[in-house]
Each structure stands twice: as structure tokens, then as C-alpha cells.
């Protein structure tokens, strides 16, 4: 067999290969299209300034969804009824200084449309633990605020593809 002949027995494969995966409903992961419902959206945030929040509102915006600025034009609303993050303390040392804390990163959210709610409010929540040291209290701080963010990422992934089953 000629190198050309493999080369176009190879590229047929690799079309037939990727005809197949699109036909099943295989997408890249953050690749899912969002609902028509959800193309022009109106956001309703407790605070908007919150990691879920924004990263929220970036992630609708990279999938094409239009952010509308009041609810008139809107094809959906979504609100967001709770972003709370909370602390605890899970362990402490003989000295009664916490060594270990544990995040918990709470939403509730829920999705309206014109003719009734779309998606019933919906409460996702992460927890994340992680250790204390007073000898690097900024080293720690910095983590914590790295973990809370992260979970503002792996929360509005999970929300999104609730919202992107609508369909």
C-alpha cells in the first residue's frame, strides 16, 4: 500500500471517528450548548461580586448566552437565592489553636422562564478541608482563598449542566 493511500484511509477513518462521536452527543467537556431558553438570560444575584457569581456569568457568556441587563428583554431569569461560604473549625491543637478548617461553599439557584420555573431552585454545596499552621498564616490564607475559588469553578459546572438538561 502507497504512503498516499494510507494517508487517505487514515484521514476517512479519522472523518467516520469524528461523525460517529458528534451523532452520539459526545461533546468536549464546557462544549454542551446551552437551551434557547437560556440565550438571552437575565441574572438575579444576592451579591454579584461573589466567585460563583462571576464566574457564573463568565461561563454563560462563553457558551453564547447574552447577559441581559434587565428582565424585560430576557428569555429566562436565573436566581441565585444563596452564595455562602462558611469556615469551621475541624481540629485544634493542645494550645486550643485551629490546625485544620473546613470550607463549605453553598448555592441555591433556581431558573424562571416566561410561562413558569424552568428548573425549581436547586442547592449544590462543596466542602473542602485543609490545615492551619500560625507559622504561615498568609501561606494558609492564600490557600483558602485558592480552594474557595476553585469550588466557585467546580459549583458553576455542576450548575450549568443542570441547566444545559433543560433542553
Known amino acids: 500500500m502507497s504512503s498516499s493511500s494510507r494517508t487517505g484511509l487514515g484521514a476517512a477513518l479519522l472523518a467516520v471517528a469524528g461523525l460517529a462521536l458528534g451523532a452520539c452527543g459526545f461533546h468536549l467537556a464546557g462544549s454542551a450548548p446551552l437551551p434557547a431558553a437560556l440565550a438571552r438570560p437575565y441574572l438575579i444575584f444576592t451579591d454579584p461580586y461573589t466567585d460563583f457569581a462571576r464566574e457564573?456569568?463568565?461561563?454563560?457568556?462563553?457558551a453564547g448566552a447574552v447577559i441581559q441587563p434587565q428582565?424585560?428583554?430576557?428569555?429566562a431569569t436565573v436566581e441565585v437565592s444563596r452564595d455562602a461560604v462558611e469556615q469551621r473549625v475541624l481540629s485544634v491543637s493542645a494550645r486550643n489553636i485551629p490546625t485544620e478548617y473546613l470550607l463549605i461553599y453553598t448555592v441555591t439557584y433556581a431558573v424562571h422562564g416566561p410561562a413558569g420555573d424552568l428548573l425549581a431552585p436547586q442547592t449544590i454545596s462543596l466542602t473542602q478541608d485543609y490545615?492551619?499552621?500560625?507559622?504561615a498564616v498568609l501561606a494558609k490564607e492564600h490557600e483558602a482563598d485558592m480552594l474557595r475559588q476553585q469550588m466557585a469553578r467546580d459549583l458553576v459546572a455542576i450548575a450549568i449542566r443542570r441547566i444545559v438538561s433543560l433542553k
Not at 456569568?57 to 462563553?62: D, G, H, P, V, Y
Not at 428582565?71 to 428569555?75: C, F, I, L, S, V
Open 71 to 75: 428582565p424585560k428583554g430576557a428569555t
Open 56 to 62: 457564573f456569568e463568565r461561563e454563560l457568556k462563553t
Open 131 to 135: 490545615s492551619f499552621s500560625e507559622q
